[in-house]
C-alpha cells in the first residue's frame, strides 16, 4: 500500500478498532464544526505557553496535505492562531489544524471552511516572544505524536496513528469495516433476525 501518497479517509471510530482503542486524543480536543473531517500526516509545533511565533515557522515548512499539530501545553488563555493565521493555513494548502489549547475569531474560523480541532476559543492573542520549536515531539490530549505520524479527525474526536504502523492499522480498519457492514445486513432484517443475535450473543 503507497500510504505515503495514497489520500484515504476512515472514521476515527474505525480506526480506533483497527488500533485496538490506543491513539484517542482526549482533553476535550473537539471540532470546530462537527461536520469537519481531517486526515493527513503531522507536522508538529512545540510551544510555550501563550506563545504562537512558531505557527508561522511550520505554515511555511508544510507540505500540502499536512496536518498542523500544536502542542500549547492546553493553555485556555491564548490563541495559537486566528482566522487570519488559519487563512493562510489554508491557502497553501495544509489539511487541518490540530491544537491542545485553543483558537480565536471563532465565527470567521468556521466560516473558513478549514477543519479545526481544539479545546475552544479565547478573545486573547498568542505573544511571539520566541522558543516555540517545529518538527520535534508533542503531546496532544496526552497522546504522544511525532513528525509524521497520520492524522485523523471528526466529530467524535481525533485519532493518532504512528507512521510505522499506519498500513497494519489501515488494513485492520478495513477488516473490521467489512465484518461490520455484513453484521448489519445479516442482523438488521428483521425484529427476528435482531432477536435471534441478541440471544446467541447474550448466551456466551
Known amino acids: ?18 488500533q485496538h482503542g490506543e491513539g484517542f486524543v482526549a482533553g476535550g480536543i473537539r471540532p470546530i464544526r462537527e461536520d469537519f473531517t481531517l486526515f493527513g500526516k503531522a507536522i508538529t509545533v512545540k510551544l510555550p505557553v501563550g506563545e504562537n511565533g512558531a505557527v508561522l515557522e511550520a505554515i511555511a515548512q508544510a507540505e500540502r496535505g499536512d496536518v498542523l499539530v500544536v502542542d500549547a501545553r492546553g493553555d485556555l488563555n491564548r490563541a ?5 493565521v488559519m487563512s493562510m493555513m489554508k491557502a497553501v494548502g495544509i489539511a487541518g489544524l490540530v491544537v491542545d489549547g485553543v483558537i480565536r475569531d471563532i465565527e470567521a474560523a468556521r466560516a473558513l471552511d478549514f477543519p479545526v480541532f481544539c479545546k475552544g476559543t479565547t478573545a486573547v492573542a498568542g505573544v511571539k516572544n520566541g522558543g516555540g520549536r517545529v518538527q520535534v515531539p508533542v503531546a496532544i490530549g496526552e497522546v504522544a505524536v511525532q513528525p509524521g505520524d497520520y492524522i485523523f479527525g471528526d466529530a467524535d474526536g481525533v485519532i493518532v496513528v504512528p507512521q510505522s504502523n499506519i498500513d497494519e492499522v489501515l488494513e485492520l480498519t478495513q477488516a473490521k469495516i467489512q465484518s461490520d457492514t455484513e453484521r448489519e445486513e445479516s442482523v438488521l432484517q428483521t425484529e427476528e433476525t435482531v432477536r435471534a443475535y441478541l440471544a446467541k450473543v447474550t448466551s456466551k
Open 1 to 18: 500500500m503507497t500510504t505515503q501518497t495514497q489520500k484515504v479517509y476512515y472514521p476515527t471510530t474505525a480506526i480506533s478498532d483497527g
Open 80 to 84: 495559537i492562531a486566528g482566522d487570519f
